[in-house]
């Protein structure tokens, strides 16, 4: 069974600052890995995919990076703002789809 | 834009009544997934869809069934509500399974 790891839990920085959160996954076969913002009493909003056969995918200020060999991805946001304070989730799917349990970011103005 | 739509934002039922979750999406999406979300526990599949009339189990398919009798409508059924059932219930689609999910805003269900 996938298992998705999501570190840290909880992340508080000064606007401004260059960021790196992580995930991890125990089962590489997996079709892609998507990350999600998701905002309190929201539903989620997709932020990026990357498909199994991506190294890497990029949005304006957030970069998606998959190593499937060693069953990571990391998620970058550059430059952070306040309204980038939110749960950020990682979902892998391989059919069945399995989510991290999120890191909650604050970003301090 | 996609929008998957679900039919409530909150709703409150009694113990054992036969509650009804209604999620649709409007952009010929094959694949439809029904998911919970609780504190602590995260995320969960519920069941999924990828075509009319077929499902599979996800990972806690206890206490729910589901019906998908249309493309565009994937519905979440609860035969006998219990209290361990209060949760958010999310739904959202995508076009095949490699393709990218899009949620609805969920509903948050509160069994009394």
């Known amino acids: 069974k996938q298992e998705v790891t999501q570190i840290p839990a909880a992340l508080s920085v000064p606007e401004g600052e260059n960021l790196v959160l992580n995930c991890s996954f125990t089962?590489?076969?997996?079709?892609?890995l998507q990350w999600f913002r998701q905002d309190p009493g929201k539903g989620l909003t997709s932020l990026l995919l990357i498909q199994s056969s991506q190294r890497e995918q990029t949005s304006g200020r957030l970069n998606a990076s998959l190593d499937k060999s060693s069953g990571r991805s990391t998620l970058y946001i550059a430059a952070s703002q306040p309204g980038d304070s939110a749960t950020y989730l990682c979902n892998t799917n391989a059919g069945k789809s399995t989510f991290g349990d999120g890191t909650t970011l604050t970003v301090k103005p | 834009d996609v929008k998957v739509t679900q039919s409530s934002r909150y709703l409150v039922k009694r113990t054992g009544e036969k509650v009804f979750l209604e999620c649709v999406q409007d952009?010929?999406?094959?694949?439809m997934f029904w998911y919970r979300q609780d504190p602590g526990l995260g995320l969960r599949l519920i069941y999924f869809s990828y075509d009319v009339k077929m499902k599979e189990k996800g990972d806690i398919p206890e206490g729910y069934s589901v019906s998908r009798e249309k493309k565009e409508r994937f519905s979440l059924i609860l035969e006998s509500a219990s209290t361990n059932q209060t949760s958010m219930y999310l739904c959202?689609?995508?076009?095949?399974?490699?393709?990218?999910?899009?949620f609805g805003p969920g509903t948050r269900l509160t069994v009394l």
């Open positions: 952009m010929d999406h094959e694949n």
């Open positions: 959202a689609s995508s076009w095949r399974l490699y393709n990218e999910q899009f």
């Open positions: 089962d590489s076969a997996i079709y892609n």
